[in-house]
């Protein structure tokens, strides 16, 4: 069994800079989902900055993955813009009632506060309460979702969908309102030190087309990748569900240091594609592996991932094609990361390489 020769820390810096690292980085998509690891329910976890910081600390010290990341979760920006949110008491969250039903609606609209505003304060404090307890090792950021899927929860997705064709220039006003208050957490989330990436799953073309994507998503997208950039002083990634080839040439100039795929998109398509300009995350399937699989699948879907991943020129992280499902088998996370440090270990890589030259 190979063993870790640096922290998560450390590799993840060394990542950054493009140096020699002891492995491959690899990162399950987690959080909320995982609430019960200390017997809290998700309702908890949402609301609670001490039981974000317990859960993801404890998680940490048995997994001692390469990054902990504490998200707004889908609807957390919309919420703190006014759309009110159902939590049920151990479930995801699911939106009530969105706080724009007409055009007169976006005057409502408000520059939000993100030490005041719905749950952002909670989650400040539960990224500030984790680096105080594991900070000098592990590797802490923020997660955020992107405009246009914080739109859809401003709006509803059906009412998002239809103004795309019936009411541009009002869900344009809406984009910038939602980039600029996505740009308030980014400042407030920099100035603290941590990095911010993006979960964008509404800007999928499984729902939009490609040049729908362009018009009112990118622009705005852009502009708070551009933000990170400014405040947090590193690259933001970039994560989208379902289906998104076709906006892969996209994202070469989008500013992300990193795009992370679901798992049905190809790895060996993505690496060929983006691999020179960005670095590539993926895609362990979250469901039909981690969820429903056993330790084996576990095992021969993250060789595959790794085999097909690890010499990407600009460099591949290991994680799961989108966050892993609630009652996933604590074993099957184990086996993720075992065999994610067994099978993306240097040494192997490089003998791998020499294999294949």
Known sequence: MFKDEMTPKERMEAFSKGEEMDR????????VTMSDY??????DYYSNSDVIADTEVA???????????????????????GTEIWYPEDGIS????????????????????PLKDGKLPVLIEALEKIRDQVGDVASIGAAMTGPFSVAASVLGTETLLRWMVKKKDALHKIMDIITINNGEYIKEVGSRGFGMGFADPVSSTTLIRKKQFEEFSLPYLKR??????KYCGSSAGLHICGDSKDLWPLLKDSGIGNFSLDNCESLLEAKEILGNDIVITGNVPPVDVMYLGNTEDVKKSVKECIDIGY?????????????????????????????????????????LKNETK
């Open 24 to 31: 491959i980085p690899v990162v399950p998509d987690m959080g």
């Open 38 to 43: 200390l017997g809290y329910k998700t309702w």
């Open 59 to 81: 998680l940490f010290k048995r997994f001692y993955h390469d990054s902990i990341s504490v998200s707004t979760t889908l609807r957390g920006m919309a919420e703190a813009m």
């Open 94 to 113: 699911q939106l009530k009632e969105p706080v724009v039903k007409k055009v007169e609606d976006i005057e409502k609209l408000k520059i939000i506060n």
């Open 224 to 229: 708070n990748i551009a933000e990170v950039k």
């Open 311 to 351: 010499d990407s020129p600009c460099g591949y992280v290991l994680s799961t094609g989108c966050q892993i499902p609630k009652g996933t088998k604590m074993e099957n996370i184990d086996a993720f990361m075992e065999y994610g440090r067994e099978f993306g270990n240097y040494k192997r890589l490089k003998e």
